[in-house]
């Protein structure tokens, strides 16, 4: 059974940063590709990073670009998000997400705000 838990969100203060991590299991971790989405009050989840198995490749939707960076451990099991300068806009349920084919995983979500 595929299980994703994330942790590391909380309040903090708009230039602030945060770590979150989502520590995976049930699945052979290093051949998933793995993302971070996130969905705030009233708007759609959206996908804010994306790594591939290996590590060796990245997206980041525009508006996080040069702020947050995705990485991961795969000996670990853990896959992060570095957040810095945080915005208020950035205020949302964050998300860690993976998939086998057509079938899609979720971890609970861990939520961020930044507010002064």
């Known amino acids: 059974q595929v299980q994703l838990v994330e942790s590391g969100g909380g309040l903090v203060q708009p230039g602030g940063s945060l770590r979150l991590s989502c520590a995976a299991s049930g699945i052979i971790f290093g051949v998933y590709r793995m993302g971070w989405y996130r969905q705030a009050p009233g708007k759609e989840r959206e996908l804010v990073a994306r790594?591939?198995?290996?590590?060796?490749?990245?997206y980041y939707r525009d508006s996080v670009k040069g702020r947050f960076t995705i990485s991961r451990d795969n000996a670990k099991n853990t896959v992060y998000l570095q957040m810095n300068d945080l915005k208020p806009e950035d205020t949302a349920v964050y998300y860690c997400?993976?998939?086998?084919?057509?079938?899609?995983?979720w971890g609970q979500g861990t939520q961020v705000t930044v507010s002064s």
């Open positions: 790594i591939t198995g290996d590590g060796a490749n990245t």
């Open positions: 997400n993976t998939a086998n084919g057509a079938t899609y995983y």
